[in-house]
């Protein structure tokens, strides 16, 4: 079942290594069937060029394995309830790329301080609060998504698909697995380009507001004029 | 028509991903035929590693495309309005490369700090005003060029061939697309020596003017005599 | 003889180089035998594209050459030393990576920062003292072992498969030497985002020890969930 | 004529841009006859990857081209004259690599921190003094070896193979041209630790004395042991 999903999100997690965003077996994108009763997963702990198709994971939105021999990401749970709640989502990337890991353990929103930003964020990027004690025990990677959704309550995903799980690293979304990759890809150099900023000046200003909307908006708008239609 | 001038832009605009300039599709490099009539350029968020000749748009100074099936780059109105005002320009590259960026970011100039900087760059690489709201608003691309030839008022392009732009990034040139893709090279490992010589020491010495004179004629003075004739 | 040992230990040498973890031949990687007689290591200063198994050295746990026509690494003894003493470890490496490197020279252990850190180290790792002048004379790369050991009087190198030599560098060991590359990689990793994080912010906080305790138990304790069977 | 000699230093001339030392044509590698009469170097700006022996230019001590159709690195004057000077070197390297030119560019000497440093320099990195207006309007590239040659007044070129001439770069030597490249590749590894140790702890101690002696002695003492015989 689901052949062109299982193609779409294998290659989607080959392309994290390529793009330099994993090392060892860090990292996994997900992405969910259009009816969205399934999510389509990389296997745990198996290295990124060795991936094919066949390997996925099919688990519906309750975490069982529909179909597949290997079991899911350790993360699953966590793509899981971020499906059930960013409805207007079909992919979620995980990683732990360098500067937004960097961030997110500083526990520090990644300012919005240029134009390569407000291409892909609208605004600064979110840092969830840490989980307690308690949730950590309970239920650590369901309650990993629940953080990040209680950290959306005022925000909305579309215009802000990726968020820093404090001490731990990004998570970024999109309209399937291959577009929460791109975010992802473009996460991290926004991270590296802010950490630089703020070290050639730690008061560098934040993007002009009418700067960030007319980037955001040529590029994700209803009157985009970005790219080809 | 212009067959040559568009492999020679296609190359151009390939050998900025080759060069690691790029990320995704932050970038384009275009060029300017002998009579100063058409430019040819970049088609809008195609991938460099897919690019052909044949998808290169053409276009005239006002705009309109003149030839090709895709939208040109959405920055192409910045390009066509630098070439009206630097006449001795037949290339320009936009990218937003990362140590380049971070100055950008800052709002600080690049000073120059050593002959790397002093073989290309002619002084310190200066940096625009940001764009008022009315003027991102009216005419953003077009703006954008007018603050690069504000800031040029007492700079000769021919001997400063870069620019940032204030909270955006890196504009170079030269006498065509690839010298002004060279020049993005340059500008990035300048911008990243500049970066690293603060760190190390947040009042290095900007190079003596007897140096940065001498580093600066023997490549590009009358009596040259570096590289081959 | 050993001969399936020579390839798992030539191929672990390899895969240094593979890893960025080495320049020039700064770096080593070993494995013992399953009765702990003979330790397998890589020849002194061989170029590691050059490595064939043939060229691995065997030398008993006196560091007498048993078998190959090379001189086995200068840091044969310190190695050896290691094995007497961990005798649950199966693997060791040894590698100037540049981050690692760094937090070994400022003679500051890496702080656990994050939950990448978490997946690999069960705290933060450590740093030796530095060698005494008589230490250094008489016995150099065996008294670099007894620093080592020294060190872990309190602690368990099963929770903890990495050391930093106070100005010099990472040691890294495992169940086989595959296992101690891995921890060489991901200590590196570990360094370069816990330098960064804390350029971010000087005083970002240790991760929650619940946190931590939940990301190594889930990879590493009895009841472990990440990866396959 | 020395047609060996022309192979092997191309050769080094290609591993600059292998090592990733170089960027665009900054940079340039030469070695001496036997009979210390003839150079030979790479010609000034001509790509790394399109060099072949035959590119070579042969002068003689005075800078006279005995053979060669292209014109000979700028840089040529400074080579000559540190082999007039320095009797035992047999190759010199000349390149732009970040690190050690940041070094350059602050003005600073590198600073012995680790063994990785003791493996190949016996002790701080030394760094010229600037060059007067009369210097380099006068004869700029053999100053260039004079300041050079001034500094090493007190130091064996032997001990220390490599020097950082203020706001420019590093030059680094060796027994032949691959010895130079050798010398610049760790050098810029060096550089790049002690860039990193000083931001981790602006105050990180040099290495000790004692162990900074035994490294160099076990890789260059009478008794080394380190390598192959």
Sequence with gaps: MLAELKQHVCRA????????????????????DAERRHVVIKPSGVPYDKLEPDHMVVVDLEGSVIEGDLRPSTDTPTHLLLYQHFEHVGGITHVHSRFATMFAQARREIPCLGTTHADHFNGPVPVTRSLSQVE??????????????ERF????PSEMPAVLVAGHGPFTWGRDAA???????????????????????????????????????????????????
């Excluded at 309970?138 to 998504?145: D, F, G, L, P, S």
């Excluded at 309550?153 to 909305?156: F, K, R, S, T």
């Excluded at 070290?199 to 993007?207: E, G, K, M, S, T």
């Design 13 to 32: 997690n080959r392309a994290l290594a390529e793009h330099g965003l994993v090392t060892l077996t860090f990292g996994n994108s997900s992405g969910i």
């Design 136 to 149: 950590v025990e309970q239920a650590y990677e369901a309650n990993t998504a629940r953080v990040i959704v």
């Design 179 to 229: 577009a929460s990759v791109e975010n992802a890809v473009a996460l991290e150099v926004v991270a590296e380009m802010a950490f630089g900023t703020r070290v050639i000046d730690a008061n560098a200003p934040d993007l002009e507001q009418h700067v960030l909307n007319k980037h955001h908006e040529r590029k994700h708008g209803k009157d985009a004029y970005y790219g080809q239609d």
């Design 153 to 156: 309550a005022q925000l909305d």
